[in-house]
């Protein structure tokens, strides 16, 4: 409850003299502390009737609670009958014709659930308490026509009441000592001879912000917000307020920046005669205006000149025109819980905002102007710091048909060249002035405390406007708030860290599990996991989408799929990869898609059109000269005999289909038709001993067969590599099919394995358990991946290339831990890998074998990797084969910079012993990795029974049981010519590695 500070009875204090009864200049200002100290006004009625005087009104809140005491000095009773007891004064009571009405100056804290007041008309000289409508109107469905009041966007109750002094004369006569009353209580609320403030709407550790008006000479008032920078605290916070006055006057004529008027100075004790202006000298007759106010120029203050105003008691006042309400007063309703704590939930205003297309359109045009205001910024090379919805003001028009009004306040934080050299402390900006929520991720995970990338520090902006759009999306301030579930698996492994990385943990969780915005970089994974607990399995666009859906109250996320793209792109983890304030302003959400012409399709960017139109005339260029398929460039065998009847067929597939009406393969032993293959041997033979000289250095063909076929391709794209790691015990196996190019092929086969080497050396070197080191591993090898990709597409924009290149690369990678009998693969694309058990016996080869597949083929017609590529904005369709956006036959893959929003380079990663997938004690297996022109043509099966038919005709021929002896590479290339022969129309890669007891290996 507040206290009652004083009451006033209908004549002055009898205390003064009469001569002494004049009331005080209503051009001097207040102090601080007599603002804030609880207040009674006294409304003066002068009711004719003297009994009416003394009755008590039955106001419920206080009945009953009026009790008798003794006379006060200075009071001649209640009423024109006065006793020896008096009535205690309570607010409702009548005293002499005045009614008590409790308030407090700190506006809406004290009694801030106070309900409006039916008031009586007033016939005299009132001072009245009452809630102020908002100084905006309501919006009514900018655009919709037509307003109706379920296409209303409301406006918020503003905060506290203000005060409002009506001056009347009944029956002609003037109340003088009410006069002297009311004139007293204007001391209270003039800051100076220009601003009488009326109500304080905002407060925070810098300072607080009223609600002020000023009459001219004419009678006109008009608005004004006035902002008190706590100088008190010190030189730093007098600093910040002459920063934001030298903003505001550098930044006067943006449209959508709050207009500045001017500064001054003034003292904190009851004399205010020393009140200065350090902008202009303002009067009461001629308000400043924007346009008339001189350039500021920041007083020569050093720190300590700025510590002796401090300690003077000097208040530092920032004037600016009232530009309507916080975007945060619309967004946010305020409740109070049953424990005093202060909840902020979505308003009415949030609901109509997310709930129509009005709403959708009146929320365009906020993120609209938002931009134009940091693009305005930007431009002259300003960084604002602090964009949060406390600092952007709406004005809603009543009118329907005019947009929103939106301007961006509180420069304090900002940051120029000119503010970072001269009106920072030593250590220049800091975090201190910013707001944890709307930081970006090099703010807030910087070890050194700096406070913007210096660099490019308005892409700190840039996350800002982010989080904003989101937290209009969501109804919250927390849009990056843990679950609980999620808290509590965290804290489980976190007992012995401190609360500080616990806190970064949680955000760094919701950041790369949820929203998908943090995708770690190479390098980063394994010391996230020691620091932080953090698994990063991959993450994308689509994840994005569907964790705004999940956290929107309304479970409807964006319905605008170039709103969400939008955010995606002001939200990225790299400053250098966020969108521009300019390129977001002819972003798609607001001017519509960019759609080309030859293919339809629709792109939120103009840059991300002239990619793709590029990629067109790339693809048209490469296609005129290839002649992807229809020419042999080597001729095909004219006759194909079945091996048991020994009948002849044209065609492979004629022969075949007799083999197996006539159940000839299981007589004959062979599943395979026979025909003269000698000059596509020679030619794969060729191809292949000049591309295993440079895939291989450390094992020769007698253990690891290899075969590069050209095929009917007129380029050559696939690639095979195989190393050897005698320190780390392992051997790897891999194969690239290129596409659109060999460009991307050609950079992982130069990089891949050095990359994969000092990612596995580091991430193994505290790997103690078995547990820790199977996830070094994989951290290893996806830290290869996403590095591959990542430095092949820096390398486009650094190189000078003639045309753009679109080429992309599917890879796939097999580790083979000899002395552990363990594989280990990882792949993004359709290369796939198989395991296959053999035997050496002579006797009838086993028929039957069943392989293993050891890899994940990526094809977009998949059900995740469909959901994925349309939940990020693409589509599959079919055209021969599934395709991403009718172009690409895999979803992810190394490169393809043109489809990046849609395919990945996430590898797939897993591992087995293949000890235990072997057949009896005597068998071996064989590892196959290879190219989908292999696979096009041949399953599995197929490849397991060619295998396993041809090891055993060597073993046969070679009366030798032992593997070494078997010639890998010479199956390997009867393996490709076989697949050829059916019918392959793509480049054929196959590496053939035999997987036996560590005993039996050979390394010549």
């Known amino acids: 409850m507040c206290a009652i500070r004083r009451v006033c009875s209908a004549a002055c204090s009898p205390r003064v003299k009469p001569q002494q009864r004049r009331c005080r200049s209503p051009g001097r200002a207040p102090s601080v502390r007599r603002l804030l100290a609880p207040l009674v006004v006294i409304l003066c009625a002068a009711f004719r009737d003297g009994a009416q005087d003394q009755q008590l009104l039955a106001d419920r809140a206080w009945r009953g609670q009026l009790t008798t005491s003794g006379s006060r000095d200075g009071y001649d009773g209640v009423g024109a009958g006065s006793s020896s007891n008096a009535v205690a004064l309570r607010p409702g009571a009548h005293v002499h014709g005045y009614e008590l009405v409790e308030r407090t100056a700190l506006l809406g804290v004290c009694n801030h659930q106070q309900r409006e007041r039916e008031y009586h008309e007033p016939q005299a000289m009132d001072v009245v308490v009452r809630y102020d409508e908002p100084s905006v109107g309501t919006c009514s469905a900018f655009g919709a026509g037509t307003a109706t009041p379920d296409a209303a966007l409301p406006s918020p109750p503003l905060d506290g009441p203000s005060l409002e002094y009506q001056a009347r004369v009944h029956d002609g006569v003037r109340c003088v000592a009410i006069a002297c009353v009311l004139e007293e209580e204007a001391e209270l609320i003039y800051v100076n001879a220009n601003y009488r403030l009326r109500k304080k709407f905002d407060a925070g550790s810098h300072g607080e912000v009223w609600r002020a008006t000023r009459v001219h000479a004419d009678g006109r008032e008009q608005r004004f917000v006035l902002k008190r920078l706590f100088v008190e605290l010190g030189a730093s916070m007098l600093r910040m307020g002459l920063r934001e006055a030298r903003f505001g006057t550098l930044l006067q004529g943006e449209r959508h920046v709050a207009r500045f008027v001017e500064s001054f100075f003034s003292h904190t004790n009851d004399s205010l005669a020393t009140t200065t202006t350090t902008i202009t000298t303002a009067t009461m007759t001629a308000a400043p205006t924007p346009s008339t106010s001189p350039s500021f120029v920041f007083p020569a203050l050093d720190s300590a000149g700025a510590d002796t105003v401090a300690a003077a008691h000097q208040e530092l006042w920032l004037v600016f025109y009232d530009e309507g309400i916080s975007l945060r007063k619309y967004l946010y309703t305020k409740t109070e819980s049953a424990h005093s704590a202060v909840i902020f939930e979505p308003s009415a205003f949030w609901h109509q905002l997310r709930g129509s297309a009005a709403g959708e359109a009146v929320l365009r045009e906020i993120m609209r102007q938002l931009l134009e205001a940091v693009a305005a910024l930007h431009d002259r090379g300003i960084t604002h710091r602090d964009i949060k919805p406390s600092n952007i003001l709406l004005h809603l028009h009543n009118d329907p048909t005019q947009p929103p009004l939106v301007k961006l306040a509180d420069f304090g934080s900002a940051v120029d060249a000119d503010t970072l050299e001269h009106w920072y402390d ?220 020994h009948r002849r067929f044209s065609t492979i597939g004629a022969c075949e289909q007799n083999m197996h009406t006539r159940q000839h393969a299981r007589k004959a032993g062979s599943d395979f038709c026979q025909f003269d293959g000698s000059a596509l041997r020679r030619a794969v033979h060729t191809q292949s001993v000049a591309a295993a000289a440079a895939a291989t250095t450390e094992l020769d063909g007698r253990r690891v067969g290899v075969a590069l076929f050209q095929g009917k391709k007129k380029y050559m794209e696939d690639l095979v590599l195989v190393r050897r790691h005698d320190e780390l015990g392992f051997s790897m196996l891999a194969v690239m099919d290129g596409h659109l190019g060999v460009g991307a092929a050609q950079h992982v086969h130069t990089h891949l394995f050095d990359l994969l080497v000092r990612h596995l050396t580091t991430a193994l070197a505290n790997s103690t358990s078995d547990d820790k080191r199977a996830f070094a591993e994989r951290v290893a090898l996806r830290q290869t991946f996403i590095e591959l990709h990542n430095s092949f597409l820096a390398s486009l924009q650094v190189e000078q290339q003639p045309q753009v290149d679109f080429s992309g690369s599917t890879l796939t990678v097999v580790l083979v831990f000899e002395a552990e009998q363990r594989v280990l693969t990882a792949n993004v694309g359709d290369s796939t890998a198989i395991l296959v058990p053999t035997t050496t016996s002579t006797t009838k080869p086993d028929n039957n074998v069943t392989p293993t597949v050891v890899t994940t083929d990526h094809w977009p017609n998949v059900s995740d990797e469909r959901a994925r590529i349309e939940s990020s904005g693409g589509f599959v369709s079919f055209a021969g084969l599934w395709r991403v956006v009718g172009q690409l036959a895999v979803s992810r893959s190394i490169g393809d910079q043109h489809l990046r929003q849609y395919v990945t380079a996430e590898p797939s990663i897993a591992t087995f012993h293949y000890d235990a997938m072997a057949g009896d004690g005597t068998d071996d297996s064989v590892l196959v990795v290879a190219s989908d022109g292999l696979w096009e043509v041949m399953t599995p099966d197929d490849v397991a029974r060619f295998i396993t038919q041809h090891v055993h005709l060597q073993a046969t021929q070679r009366d030798n049981k032992h593997a070494d002896a078997i010639t890998w590479d010479a199956i390997a290339e009867q393996l490709t010519v076989e697949a050829y022969a059916r019918g392959s129309l793509d480049n054929l890669a196959v590496i053939l590695m035999p997987l036996t007891q560590p005993t039996t290996l050979s390394n010549r």
Not at 513 to 536: M, N, R
């Open 426 to 645: 030593a250590p220049g900006p800091t975090q201190a002035e910013e707001t944890r929520e709307y930081q970006p991720p090099e703010v807030l995970f910087s070890d050194s405390g700096q406070p913007y990338d210096l660099a490019q520090p308005w892409t700190y902006d840039l996350w800002s406007v982010g989080v904003v759009f989101l937290e209009m999306v969501l109804g919250s301030p927390q849009v990056f708030m843990i679950s609980s579930r999620a808290r509590a698996k965290l804290d489980a492994q976190l007992r012995q860290k401190e609360e500080r990385v616990r806190l970064k943990s949680y955000l760094l969780h919701v950041l790369t599990k949820e929203f998908c915005i943090f995708q770690p970089l190479p390098g980063q994974l394994h010391a996230l996991w020691d620091e932080y607990a953090l698994v990063s399995d991959g993450c994308h666009f689509g994840r994005f989408n569907l964790t705004i859906i999940e956290r929107d109250p309304l479970r409807q996320g964006l319905a605008d799929p170039w709103a969400l793209d939008l955010m995606w792109k002001l939200l990225q983890w790299t400053p250098s990869h966020r969108i521009s304030a300019r390129d977001a302003l002819n972003h798609a959400f607001f001017r519509g898609p960019f759609v080309c012409q030859r293919s339809g399709r629709s792109f939120a960017t103009q840059a991300e059109l002239d990619v793709h139109e590029a990629y067109l005339a790339a693809e048209e260029q490469r296609e005129q000269e290839m002649a992807f398929i229809v020419k042999e460039r080597y001729e095909l065998p004219t006759e194909f005999e079945c091996p048991q009847c």
